[in-house]
């Protein structure tokens, strides 16, 4: 019974969680205003609202026939997130097998398209950030390509360091914002 | 002088009779025969004394504006000054008739500031100020404004340009504007993003863009001041691109359509093109376009990432960042392309590079290993030589002052981001006081 | 007693900027008790910033460190002093 709860408690975490992470990917609006001394407010020219992206949670409500120790863990394909060592977009084995679950299951599902998140952690500029997380989201889109997916499929994003998952300021944190999301 | 009498003299007194004789050997041009030389060689660096004497205020009620407190804010920032604290002061001076220059001369101010604001009508408000020579006893400047209460912080920018002028000989850059990128998170985590622009000490901040989620990085200042370009993104679906904004009426518009997406964008000095970094399948290369022509010409090919483009100031030079041979280091490539040659060798990587207004200093974000994180150093390309200027840990998003005599960039305080400034030289340091959040990536308008 | 006086004008000295290449010279008249009593520009360096900076220094400087010996003043009541900024 109490293993139960456990579960259930570690689920309902889990579903908020990703509630969170999937709040972050709101559609964006742009506002612009004039800067000459006395200006009106702000006037919106632009609403770029963009529908949310899918977020990570779709697997969530399986899980409970899952026993909690092997869950999605060994599946790579309920991993949508890969992470990168230090200024590398080099994929560690275990994120290659990740991504070739992903490439396997587009290939085997065409019509489908998939968005590759590239980010960065904080340290190093901005804008050299921004073109590592580029460089992050191509060497996926490389294999995806590779096995067979269609390069009209794939779109590459990069947000740089200017998406953190985490915000501290250590290794943890780091290591996990160096990072692709595969986004479908 | 005879040997017999210089022998009887004993220990440093003998020493100093040497110095006599041989500084009566070798007499420099234009110094009296006969006399002892003393050669000085190195002054003090900790800056000029000045007094600024608090301005008097003529008027109703409390006076708009401590101009005294803008004026001694902006000259100690720049470490060229060392302000002598008020409580020290024997008198309160507002006008060079009021003067005695001994009170001065006592704690050793070699140039006095003093002025008074008076109420002239409704929000309507004339300041006068004097700079004085003390040893010389005479006035260097003496100046008359009328402004109403919300000009006083530039009337106040004004006088400090024009002490910095007759102080150093070099063109104040107190009266200049500056823009930056503040970022707030809401309780609903979104991430919103303004744009401000503001005076040079950050005051005055108005928001010129608000974005929700959509980044907002690297603002650029056109040569005229009138545009700034900037990244941002236009919807969760697109990659960055550059966009172009008209300061005054706010309009604004992607620089161009992109095969993929476009960031770091720098005017070159005459405000024609815009060298960019565009990132297409992959590659990460710099180009530069025709504003008004549209025109893209690729400046660099190469499989390693190529970005952050800055000219120098006669534009036949561009510094980027490339990581072609391994670790981030700044490159120097021709305006018409070409080979790209190498400039930075010291330290683990160096990024973010620009120009100073004359070309002899190039100002970056280094990492000197070792876990020393980012700091802000200024580089030599002639002698290859490196001065760190700063000791956080991940400074970046260096500016020079339009004068080149200060550098503004956002450093950490805690988990969030601020802006400072450092002298040149490295010796005064100052956070500025902006409180819009998370402040990143400033940039210093060649004028107002 | 003459690095004394060196070090102390020295230290009252701020340099307005960078003036390497530049020099001035001056001839300056003590008391016995070190006071400056006069400072006369031999020589200019070209630059009033410079020149008047250095003629500050030796006003501030004042009263100079002189020995305690009255034989002394002789060797001391005139000096030349000749400003030349290193970078």
């Known amino acids: 019974m109490q293993r139960i709860w456990t579960i259930l408690m570690v689920l309902f975490l889990g579903v908020t969680l990703a509630g969170c992470a999937a709040s972050k990917k709101k559609g964006g609006t742009v506002e612009v205003e004039d800067a000459t001394i006395g200006g009106t407010g702000a006037e919106v020219i632009t609403d770029a609202s963009a529908s949310a992206v899918d977020s990570d949670d779709a697997t969530a409500g399986e899980i409970i026939t899952i026993d909690q120790d092997d869950a999605d863990m060994d599946d790579p394909l309920g991993r949508r997130v890969v992470y990168f060592d230090f200024d590398s977009s080099n994929l560690t084995p275990e994120a290659q097998r990740v991504v070739e679950a992903h490439a396997q299951y587009l290939f085997n599902n065409p019509g489908m398209a998939v968005v590759l998140e590239g980010h960065a952690d904080e340290r190093g500029t901005r804008e050299y950030n921004l073109a590592l997380g580029e460089r992050r989201a191509n060497s996926v889109s490389e294999i995806f390509q590779a096995m067979g997916v269609a390069p009209d499929a794939i779109r590459t994003i990069s947000y740089g360091e200017e998406r953190p998952i985490s915000m501290g300021q250590d290794e943890s944190a780091w290591s996990l914002n160096r990072r692709v999301e595969i986004l479908y | 002088m005879t040997s017999k009498k210089v022998t009887s003299i004993k220990g440093v007194q003998y020493a100093f009779m040497l110095i006599v004789v041989v500084a009566m050997a070798t007499i420099p041009p234009g110094t009296a025969a006969g006399a002892l030389t003393i050669e000085i060689t190195q002054g003090e660096k900790s800056g000029i004394p000045i007094a600024a004497v608090p301005f008097r205020w003529h008027g109703t009620g409390n006076p708009p504006e401590n101009l005294r407190g803008i004026v001694a804010a902006d000259l100690h920032r720049s470490g060229r000054f060392e302000l002598l604290p008020p409580a020290d002061f024997l008198s309160r001076p507002s006008e060079v008739s009021e003067v005695r220059y001994k009170d001065w001369r006592l704690i050793k101010a070699e140039a006095l500031v003093v002025g008074r604001i008076t109420e002239k009508g409704p929000d309507r408000f004339e300041v006068s100020f004097q700079l004085l020579d003390v040893y010389r006893e005479r006035v260097k400047v003496a100046l008359r404004y009328t402004a109403s209460a919300d000009q006083l912080r530039q009337v106040a920018h004004q006088i400090s340009d024009r002490i910095f002028y007759e102080m150093t000989g070099i063109k104040g850059a107190f009266d200049t504007r500056i823009a930056y990128v503040a970022m707030n998170i809401t309780e609903e985590n979104d991430r919103v993003y303004q744009l401000m622009i503001a005076d040079s000490d950050g005051h005055n901040a108005q928001q010129i863009l608000k974005t929700t989620n959509l980044p907002v990085l690297s603002p650029a200042w056109s040569p005229n001041g009138q545009w700034l370009a900037y990244v941002s993104f236009s919807d969760n679906r697109s990659g960055a691109n550059v966009w172009l904004q008209d300061i005054s009426t706010g309009s604004r518009r992607p620089v161009a359509r992109f095969d993929g997406s476009a960031s770091a964008p720098a005017w070159s000095p005459d405000g024609k093109s815009l060298a960019l970094t565009v990132s297409a399948k992959g590659n990460t290369d710099i180009y530069v376009l025709g504003v008004s022509s549209g025109e893209m010409r690729r400046l660099t090919k190469h499989p390693a990432i190529d970005t952050e483009p800055a000219w120098s100031p006669d534009g036949r030079y561009l510094v980027f960042t490339s990581d072609r041979n391994g670790r981030p280091h700044i490159y120097r490539v021709s305006r018409n392309g070409g080979k790209a040659e190498r400039l930075t060798r010291e330290g683990k990587e160096n990024a973010g590079a620009s120009y100073d207004p004359i070309g002899n200093r190039i100002v970056l974000v280094t990492n000197r290993g070792q876990g020393a994180g980012y700091q802000i150093g200024v580089f030599y390309p002639e002698s290859g030589r490196t001065d760190v200027l700063t000791d956080g840990t991940l400074d970046e998003s260096p500016t020079f002052s339009p004068n080149g005599a200060m550098i503004l960039y956002a450093t950490r305080m805690g988990s969030e981001g601020v802006l400072a400034a450092v002298s040149a030289d490295g010796r005064v340091r100052q956070v500025l006081k902006v409180t819009d959040g998370d402040v990143r990536e400033p940039a210093w308008a060649a004028s107002r | ?87």
């Not at chain 3, 307005?16 to 001035?24: A, H, Q, T």
């Open chain 3, 1 to 87: 007693m003459a690095w004394a006086i060196k070090e102390q004008v020295e230290k009252n000295w701020s340099e307005p900027g960078d003036f390497s290449g530049l020099s001035v010279a001056f001839l300056v008249k003590v008391d016995r008790q070190g006071n400056v009593l006069s400072v006369k520009m031999t020589r200019s360096s070209g630059n009033a910033r410079l020149d008047e900076s250095a003629e500050n220094a030796i006003f501030k400087a004042s009263p100079l460190p002189f020995p305690g010996e009255a034989r002394f003043y002789e060797y001391l009541k005139e000096f030349n002093f000749v400003f030349k900024p290193e970078s």
